[in-house]
């Protein structure tokens, strides 16, 4: 069984600064860094780092991206399947707050530059029960959802960020939904609660298993009439960028290496906590052995 994590690859450009910049406003940052980043790219280290093989497939520019391909190799991400494409990388512009918070701005660049012939091309090395996780940091999500049917993988969508181009993919295909309250309130049509979120989205796609994150109040498990609780492990908070991606790597690299839903969840939310406890979105991501050796 594979993964294969069909995502975004970023340049981090990330700003030091007391609070969020606010409209009109001109403020001096404390610093600048530059991090490999992405939803996609995140996920895919945090994928390799909870043990499991993972495929990135995505695409960078000429000259700018390399790094982003050095970085997911270091981690033992297998690489073959990332294009090299004319024009410049996906970047994303990061506000972080002295409190920890983030604010952030993306470009797609070759993100946005992923074509159904590349799709065709990558889908012809998986077969049916391997995992494809997507985001919604790149181009043609909804026909990577339907080729993936047509293959009979197992989906997992993170609806992030979300824009109006959700409402169009085929939603009903999704496996396994991992998502924020925000997030699900959108997908809903209305805001609630964890518990009425979660009932909403379980009405809405019952055949889905529904993975709602709550921030502090850690996160929910809904599968059929099955739920589970999970809470959060307290950490000093440096750098909340890479939390929900390393929490989304280590839940599903927990399960496809057959742990239980709650082992899974628990393992996740120590990985995240981890993770925010360091600067930078990749650079934080554990190791499965520091996850395990964590005791919170």
């Known amino acids: 069984m594979k993964i294969l ?18 409209p009109g406003e001109t403020i001096s940052s404390k610093n600048l860094n530059f991090f490999c980043g992405g939803k996609g790219l995140n996920q895919s280290i945090a994928l390799s780092k909870s043990g499991a093989e993972v495929w990135h497939a995505g695409a960078v520019g000429t000259g700018d991206g390399d790094f982003l391909i050095r970085q997911l190799q270091s981690a033992g991400v297998n690489t073959e399947l990332i294009a090299v494409l004319e024009g410049k990388t996906g970047h994303a512009i990061i506000q972080k707050a002295k409190d920890g918070g983030n604010c952030i701005l993306l470009f797609g660049g070759a993100n946005q530059q992923i ?3 590349m799709v065709d091309g990558v889908m012809d090395h998986f077969e049916k029960g391997d995992y494809l996780v997507l985001q919604n940091e790149i181009s043609e999500i909804g026909y990577i959802m339907e080729r993936a049917r047509e293959k ?5 969508f993170n609806p992030s960020p979300m824009d109006d181009k959700i409402s ?9 939904f991992l998502l924020n309250e925000i997030e699900a309130g959108d997908i809903c049509g209305e805001q609630g609660s964890g518990e009425e979120l ?21 996160s929910l498990y809904r599968d059929g009439q099955r739920i589970l609780t999970q809470g959060i492990y307290k950490v000093p908070v440096a750098d909340t960028t890479a939390a929900g991606d390393t929490f989304t790597g ?3 690299g927990g399960l496809v290496q057959g742990l239980d839903a709650g082992e899974a969840l628990d393992l996740a939310a120590k990985a995240a906590a981890i993770a925010v406890s360091r600067p930078g979105a990749a650079p934080s991501i554990p190791s499965r052995e ?6 919170g």
């Open 168 to 176: 169009t993919y085929p939603l009903e295909y999704v496996d396994y």
């Open 250 to 252: 280590f839940l599903i």
């Open 152 to 156: 009979g993988m197992v989906l997992v």
């Open 290 to 295: 520091e996850v395990e050796a964590f005791k």
């Open 115 to 117: 074509t159904r012939e």
């Open 5 to 22: 994590n069909f995502g975004s690859l970023n340049i981090d450009k990330v700003y030091q600064v007391d609070n969020f910049v606010r």
């Open 198 to 218: 979660l009932q909403k989205l379980s009405d809405k796609f019952p055949a889905s298993k529904i993975v709602l994150t709550l921030g502090g109040d850690g």
